[in-house]
């Protein structure tokens, strides 16, 4: 199987660390605004064998494509990386527990409801390590202060406080959409450590799944869900100047067999005029969600100040 | 960008003041013939933003009174000449350095490598601004409150009063934040939940536990981008001795200023001034313009308090999340 997967090869961890530059106070430094990295399949689909329906939609993309012309000046866009982001375990499937996997089918073809649509398409916040797959709508700014990481992402307005200082996670009574992160260095690596997610998001999931394709068949990470034991361990490694290469260990023993691990290059060097733009997700989005769930959300009034 | 300077081309109809100033600089006369009429006596503001302390170096003074910015008209040389502008500029600089600026800090706090203040860390208010920036007695979960609003008075044009009074009838249902919507600026601020400075040497981030809501303010001298209309804003900042003033403009006009309905228009500009007066308060003013919608600038001012708990960090008010349990609770939607 390997042997006739050569770009598999590409996953492997760099062989050759970078050595960046430090910060005034001697940390590596991260500091900037990054691109996402090139686009690439989560994972090997458990059914590699489901083919489309004939005669159907061609999914999602296909339905874009006929709003929206390519524009034949436009540069040529990278060829997709083919192999999976998942390096472990080895057969790039996501390891899931026999009922979660039916649990998985059951969220994909049930998105047409409020409570299993996609917690991205709801505007909830992304979690992780979702917040780092490649897509084109986020990118990414990094600050770093003594004894401290600020990662801002505009996917959604989202930020992360990464505290270097050894302090332990908050209660576990806190639930946060993005998780309570607490970093350390490892030579020139950033380590993070994330626990305290709801359950209510989903850790992986980019691209745009074949439409009607059962969870088993995608590649895309769609409809992988965690309970509030999610556990994500992060390593953001620079593998030259502007590239940062991230691997990610998920670990939920209510949902998985073993942890299983992401590895990809995330972060791109952005041109130096990059600027992180607002997304306001929520605030235009009620329509849509009408049109796809039947869910009128533009009526509720919260009790918020 | 920073404040607009303002000045009145109506120069007939200025009483000028005479001052023993007069004689002490050579840029009195300019700027009481040309600029007082909107930017006060001594460069304290009126209709116009405050000038004192002077933000700007020559050049960029220069640049503003020929070509204009915002609703201050450009000033041709027969107006006022380079030599006139180089003088008012002298001028307001020492006022800037004699101590006639409004809010002495006498700041001792700690301070970034760069000399700043250092704001870094979870700041709140503790007032009822959110419901309310005006005086308002208590309601049903609504605490009483004085007020921000310098003089309490908001200069509504006659049809935004008229409009604000149905907002405020309407306010249960109309209001923006009820239904999760990002809150503005300045409404952010004074929102009863805390936010978290992180201050390096060309950013002021800020970010708040309402909605996740993000500030990135940039103190690098760039300028606003491109028209683009933000919920909450396009803010740039810089620091005037101790005080960090931040500029925003490229509103979309779709908050309010609190939960009481008063509102803005897309021409919001918004200029806040965070002066720290110890290593806990930061004296927080806020000039509001909209010529759509105001008759001249108003100004709000209430302190910001620093949060002093042990290991506090910013929680989440996911709002959406509400929103969502609401729809799910009544199993499609409408309440």
């Not at chain 2, 109309?174 to 503005?184: E, N, S």
């Not at chain 2, 993000?214 to 005080?243: A, C, K, Q």
């Not at chain 2, 720290?276 to 909209?290: A, F, G, L, R």
């Amino acid at each position: 199987m390997l042997l006739t997967c050569p770009l598999l090869v590409f996953a492997q961890e760099p062989t050759v660390e970078f050595d960046p530059p430090r910060t005034e106070w001697g940390d590596p430094d991260f500091r900037g605004h990054y691109l996402p990295g090139q686009y690439q399949p989560l994972e090997i689909a458990a059914d590699e064998n489901w083919e489309p329906p004939t005669g159907g939609s061609q999914g999602n993309n296909a339905a874009f494509s006929q709003f929206f012309e390519p524009d034949p000046d436009a540069p040529p866009r990278p060829a997709r990386l083919t192999a999976p982001m998942i390096v472990d375990p080895p057969d790039g499937k996501v390891p899931f527990q026999p009922w979660a996997a039916e649990q998985r089918n059951d969220i994909m073809v049930r998105q047409d409801e409020l409570e299993h649509l996609d917690p991205r398409v709801k505007c909830l916040p992304s979690a992780l390590p979702r917040a780092h797959l490649p897509v084109g709508y986020n990118t990414y700014q990094i600050l770093q202060l003594p004894g401290y990481v600020v990662m801002l992402y505009e996917w959604n307005h989202l930020y992360r406080y990464i505290p270097l200082d050894g302090s332990p996670h908050v209660s576990p009574d806190i639930r946060l959409g993005m998780g309570d992160s607490r970093g350390r260095w490892e030579g020139n690596t950033l380590v993070v450590d994330v626990t305290n997610f709801t359950d209510n998001t989903w850790p992986v999931g980019h691209g745009a799944p074949p439409e009607g394709a059962p969870g088993r068949a995608l590649t895309t990470g769609h409809g992988v869900f965690h309970s509030r034991d999610l556990h994500v361990v992060e390593r953001f490694t620079f593998v030259d100047a502007n590239t940062i290469s991230y691997r990610a260990t998920i670990e939920d023993p209510n949902v998985f067999t073993q942890p299983w691990t992401i590895e990809f290059n995330a972060l791109q060097r952005a041109p130096n005029d990059h600027m992180l733009f607002e997304y306001a997700c929520h605030e235009g989005n009620g329509r849509g969600i009408s049109l796809m769930t039947g869910a009128d959300l533009e009526t509720i009034r919260l009790g918020v100040r | 960008m920073v404040f607009r300077l303002f000045i009145a081309v109506f120069v007939g109809l200025l009483a000028v003041v005479e001052t023993t100033e007069a004689q002490e600089h050579p840029g009195v006369e300019s700027y009481q013939q040309v600029c007082q009429l909107c930017h006060g006596e001594r460069g304290r503001g009126d209709m116009a933003p405050a000038l004192v302390p002077l933000g700007f170096d020559v050049e960029y003074v220069l640049a503003v009174v020929r070509e204009g910015y915002g609703q201050m008209p450009p000033i041709s040389q027969r107006e006022l000449s380079d030599d006139n502008v180089r003088q008012v500029v002298g001028y307001l600089e020492s006022l800037s350095s004699s101590g006639s600026v409004a809010v002495q800090t006498g700041y001792d706090g700690p301070r970034t490598p760069a000399g700043q203040p250092d704001l870094n860390g979870i700041w709140q208010v503790l007032n009822s601004a959110a419901w309310d920036i005006r005086a308002h007695n208590a309601q049903d979960g609504v605490p009483a409150g004085l007020g921000v609003v310098e003089d309490n008075i908001i200069p509504y044009q006659a049809w935004a009063s008229a409009q604000q009074q149905e907002n405020y009838a309407n306010r249960f249902t109309a209001d923006p934040v009820r239904q999760c919507f990002l809150p503005g600026v300045p409404r952010i601020t004074y929102m009863p939940f805390p936010f978290r400075i992180f201050q390096t040497a060309d950013h002021v981030v800020m970010t708040y536990e309402f909605a996740h809501a993000v500030r990135i303010i940039y103190t690098d001298g760039s300028e606003h981008p491109l028209p683009n209309d933000f919920w909450m804003g396009d803010s740039r900042g810089h620091w005037e001795g101790d005080t960090l003033v931040v500029d925003t403009t490229h509103f979309n006009g779709e908050t309010w200023l609190d939960a009481a309905g008063n509102f803005h228009s897309n021409e919001l500009h918004v200029v806040e001034r965070y002066t720290p007066i110890s290593s806990y308060h930061v004296d927080y003013e806020v000039t509001i313009e909209d010529p759509e919608v105001f008759t001249r600038p108003w100004t709000m001012r209430m302190p910001l308090y620093r949060r002093v708990e042990e290991g506090l960090q910013l929680l989440d008010y996911d709002c959406v999340d509400f929103i969502l349990e609401s729809a799910n609770r009544s199993d499609g939607g409408a309440q």
